[in-house]
């Protein structure tokens, strides 16, 4: 007989937690935890693949602990439940959670039996490719060559899309010696630069024109999955944090106004994560989401896929 | 606003006092023009009087000339008939008593211009003043230096009244004879130069007089033109703060309405917090309520997911048990087999997770969760009681656990709720406005616990009141605050954050219950509110007339 996969359920609410294991106890090994500290205790006692948390708790909220989950095991992949909209928890959630799906309470139970299975599947995938990278031990010394401070290492390019020219002035002056910034205001420039060269971060708000910035930031994915993405807007809503983190498992969200450090630091890590993603393709969420199954991955608007394909033919002429 | 109200009214002022600086100096102006003009006039009466006065004692004096000279003619002329009829030896005595009249009467009238005196003219007796004039003096001493020698002669022959002594007659007459021309000269020049000198007095006193006149006309002109200046700034004056009073008044007009636009602003403002206000707590309470009926739907729907997929399990292994009991039956056991072990298989199945137990225990937890919702429902029916706008007997503990489970999602996480109640309180109130204070401030109470703490819900029966206490472990209020917590419009909150009406809408209603409600708070250590209640609410005067409108007007600040 098949060892089943573990997955741990977090919920004060005991009943909740029985009607969860009910459904999922058939297919994998479920653990529940009535606590954040259980939880974790949980997490340092078995190979827990899924984690699914409610966000109301009371000690730790669900945030909390799924910050703590990825630190103690990263690869553990990290889900959200959560019944009342609390746009600051949800942000914190997002931030420091890295969560890979928010779900509304009350969530369907089939949605729920696909999340869980993604979320094996990805984990499984994840964890077979880094044995498999583990192996090849010279390929690993020759990334870890290039990482290293003394030889001189291009700079990463940073793009932004969809601010004011001054404002991305302002920080290019400040970033300079260690970011390649360049800046497209529409759609359109964001195009061109993007088929041009690779861009290991894009910082993008989401109102563009006439286009959902998430559809267009789909689209950029889909060309440069090496890409960590950043959106920095005005709007916070709860919606469009869950959007962003389901559709395009942003990296972070931000509201304005931010710091000039805060977003240093913010690029900084998202370069190293980008860096991650070109070594390691198997720790990019999204991609490999897509791998295991193109279902969960919603597919880019197909207007803005022509246009971005128009863009490329139009530079391979010139 | 104040600001700009107080600058006008110096503005003003100032106009005031300059104003009255003009009016000030204009009288004085005025004042003075006037005795300028009275001096004047004055001053030509008394010249005027003055010299008319002169020129009367000078027609006096050349009266008194005249006469003279006509005394000498006189006694010249009887004086040589004497003469005549002495040697004619014609009776002289008529002739030399006039004669001896008109001498005295010359001589008197010499003195008479020399010094003064009264001279009998018909009936009135005219005064003459002495000639003082030189021209004149040397003219009257010219004629009595002519006069002088032969004085005492000509007097002593009138003092005779005969003619006894002819030398003296004769000495008179060849005198009066010989120096008559020379008299008649001077007494003509006497009179001539008397003449002359009244002449020239009344010339000076027309001189004077016209002279005065166009003084007194340019003083009165100046005096005019003056008035005439001052009028008209006075008028200027007038006129600016005439307009300045419209323009003020205008201002102000102007002022009202906008006060009276910012006013209903701020009633519209206010009402529309209000609503807000409202509307926030009805939010709070939706997201409240949806948040606790979530659970249990979440639950009771994954668990019905559950019941159907052992239901499709357990009638799997009924319909297998059906075909084995068919075989077993018919005889036909071919396949018994692979029946018998499959449906061992699914024995397993259904006993390695207790399917039967487990799905009965599934059902019950699903009831539990509709009984959840369910009394949920009660709860917010009871908490909203929008049937219910008049005053009932209700018991208040269980208004306030009402309450507690519409705020249940933001105190489970905060703090533990001590329950102390008295048994049965049954008290007279609104119940979804007394309600609605139990939320506000097992909210606030909820809110102000940063970390994990308590609140602690009591209620007494004290006499004839019913006292709730709600009391929590948070982080207090500061003493500055705490005086006007109940204030409109008070908030720590950041902007957005609340109205700053949630505690003063309960003020207002426990004011409305006739109740009052008193906080005690330690900063770091917790807050506590007490509400008191009478257990019976006074009756409404239900007259039409009268009644002091208790339950329909309220003050916020009380």
Redesign the interface.
Known sequence: MKRLSDILLVDDEPLMLNSLKGLLEFDYKVHTATSGFAALEVLRQHPIKVVISDERMPEMPGHELLRQVKSISPNTIRVLLTGYADLDSVMKSVNSGEVFRYLNKPCRPDTLRNIVSLGVQIYDRMSSLQKAVAVAAPQVAVNKNIATPDTPKTLPDVLFIGYQAEEVLQLTAKLRDNFLISAAHTIDDAMNILTKKPISVIVSELQLGEYDGLDFLQVVREEQPQAVIIVLTDTADVKMIARAVNELQVFKYMTKPTSEAQIERVLTDATMKSELYQQKPEMNLQQTAKIVDAKSVPTPSPSLREQLQQAQKQLNKS | MKKSVSQGGTHHHQNISTQTTISTSGYVELIAYAALFLTLVTSIFVVNIFLSRQSNDDAAQVYCATRQQRAWQKAQKNLSQTHIACYTQLPIDSTVREYAAAIRGFDRLNDILKVGGRLMLDEDSVQIAPVVETQALSALQRLENLWAPARKDLLTLAASATVADTALLERSLEYTVRRDDAILDASENLIVTLQRTSNERIGQLQTIQVVALVLSLMVFAAMAIRLAVSLRRRDSVIRRNTEEILQQRNQLATEKERVEHLLDDLKNTQSQLIQSEKMASLGQMV?GI??EV??????????I??VE?NHGILAAALADYRSLDNMLRTGALESLESMLESIAEQMERIEE?ELVA?TQS?LA?ST??LERIQELITNLKNFSRLDEADVKSVNINDNIDSALMIAA?IV??KADVMKDYAPNLVAECYPAQLNQVFLNLITNAAQAIKE?GVIAIKTVTDQSDAVIKISDTGSGIAPENLKKIFEPFFTTKPVGQGTGLGLSIVYKIIERHNGNIDVESVVGSGTTFTIRIPLRQPRKDKSLVSGNGSTAIYNIHG
């Open positions: 997201a949806a948040h979530n659970t249990p739907l979440g639950f009771v729907m994954n668990n997911s559950i997929r997770f487990r599934t937890e539990i969760g999602n489970k996480y994990r």
